[in-house]
């Protein structure tokens, strides 16, 4: 994947400001002498409408235009459907150029048409890369939706243990385990303060919470344990149908629904990419679940168009980058301008690798912060080193299609090793 895409001969160029409702369209025929331009409403007349526009030149059609939200996601599929080539304006760049051309940071919709017909002119656009025509756009979904409802999990977790909690029940939090078992929540949902436990007795509580704490070692201990500490709770005395603790049974519900949709999704993960060979090269990396594995694929779609590691640290914005003018040269650091999904995903796994036995991100962390292990800015270098390497590691697994080893292939037999195997086992570990 490059930024600077070449221009066929003779090409017609079109320039698209994409916006909600409507969108300002820019349209050089040849050599720069004929310019069109047009109104495009988002409506499927409309569409249809440009896209016989287009069609009449009776030569290649080019079409560049800026993401903008989700709006030009349904133009775009209708042009790349009808055979013309899409290209993508980065925001970045077209907000310089702008300024470079027009000497100002004003714009407008007309403007921004001009801009982006001489960015493709000039060949500084990246190649389009449409979802739907990918065929990864229910990857994707599952992915987004994955993590809209992590997200709305956690806030409304936190709102529980600190708000909730405190004011009802403080001392439960004690017996909260994993943040994704439903039983702590399905026992606050039926006994939501201590006034709901005490006035039963210990044996008919136990009775009653048996089958709500789940499959538990020592089920009998721990509901014994729960009840003395009800007993004890300095928690605020609210009837259990008080409004306010109908509120806290609100929010428990809720909770408990964005857990099972949670659930849902990953099952249905599972199924969708239970038979693709690159989601099951993935997990075979340390650090990358099916979640990891999931959002890697939805992000990048086809590993295998970025023909150079770079392109794919690039991509993830983990590539190296140094502000210099002059004399002045400032420090080297992550460009970080690239997918921030994927690099916060490579992060994560990265973090769980390290904790890992037996892989080849572990050794290069110990490696890495071997010489002052207590010196928390090593650690964090560390750590980006970690999540570029899980970067390289992915793109590698995928590009060869071959499993991950942990190491690199050992000397053969007589103190050498063979290059071939040498370079088979670093293909996966690099």
């Known amino acids: 994947m ?35 331009r047009l109104t495009v409403l988002n409506n499927r007349t409309e569409h249809d409408r440009f896209v016989g526009t287009l069609a009449g030149y009776i030569r290649p059609v080019i079409c560049a235009f800026e993401a903008t939200g989700n709006y030009h996601r349904p133009l775009a599929w209708r042009l790349i459907e009808a055979g013309f080539e899409a290209r993508l304006v980065s925001s970045m760049a077209l907000a310089r150029t702008r300024e470079a051309l027009h000497n100002g940071w004003d714009k407008n919709d007309p403007k921004d048409a001009q801009v982006i017909l001489h960015m493709l002119r000039i060949g500084a656009t990246q190649r389009y890369y449409d979802p739907l025509v990918a065929g990864i756009n229910d990857v994707q979904e599952l992915s987004k939706t994955h993590e809209a409802i992590s997200r709305a999990k956690t806030e409304i977790q936190h709102r529980i243990l600190t708000h909730y909690l405190p004011l009802y029940f403080p001392e439960i939090d004690r017996f909260r385990g994993n943040s994704r078992s439903d039983w702590f929540f399905a026992f606050l949902e039926q006994f939501p303060t201590p006034a709901s436990i005490t006035t039963l007795s210990k044996e008919a509580f136990v009775e009653a919470a048996w089958s709500v704490v789940g499959r538990k070692v020592s089920k009998e201990r721990l509901l014994t344990d729960i009840y003395e500490t009800a ?21 428990i519900a809720e909770a408990r629904s964005l857990i099972r949709q949670r659930g849902e999704i990953e099952v249905m993960a599972g199924e969708l990419l239970g038979d693709s060979a690159d989601f099951r090269l993935l997990r075979r990396i340390p650090g990358i679940g099916p979640i990891n594995a999931l959002t890697i694929l939805a992000e990048t779609g086809d590993l295998r168009r970025f023909s150079h590691h770079r392109q794919f640290l690039k991509f993830c914005g983990l590539d190296l980058a140094t502000m210099q003018s002059g004399v002045f040269r400032s420090q080297t650091k992550l460009s970080k301008y690239g997918n921030g999904r994927l690099r916060r995903t490579l992060w994560l796994a990265g973090q769980v690798a390290i904790r ?28 980006t080193a970690i999540t570029a390497k899980m970067a390289r590691v992915v793109h590698a697994v995928i ?31 690099l």
Request: glycine share 6%.
């Open 2 to 36: 490059t930024n600077m895409q070449p221009i066929p001969n003779d090409p017609v160029l079109v320039a698209i400001d994409v916006a909600k409702a409507r969108n300002e369209v820019l349209i050089e025929a040849a050599n720069h002498q004929r310019r069109r």
């Open 356 to 383: 890992q036995r037996d892989n080849s991100f572990r050794d290069k962390f110990e490696r890495y912060i071997a010489r002052d292990r207590d010196n928390p800015d090593l650690k964090r270098k560390a750590l």
């Open 399 to 429: 590009k060869s299609g071959s499993d991950y080893r942990p190491f690199i292939e050992g000397p053969a037999p007589g103190g050498r090793t063979s290059l071939s195997r040498s370079r088979e086992g670093a293909s996966a570990t």
């Open 231 to 251: 007993k004890a709770s300095i928690g605020l005395p609210l009837a259990p149908d008080a409004p306010a603790i109908r509120m806290f049974r609100m929010v």
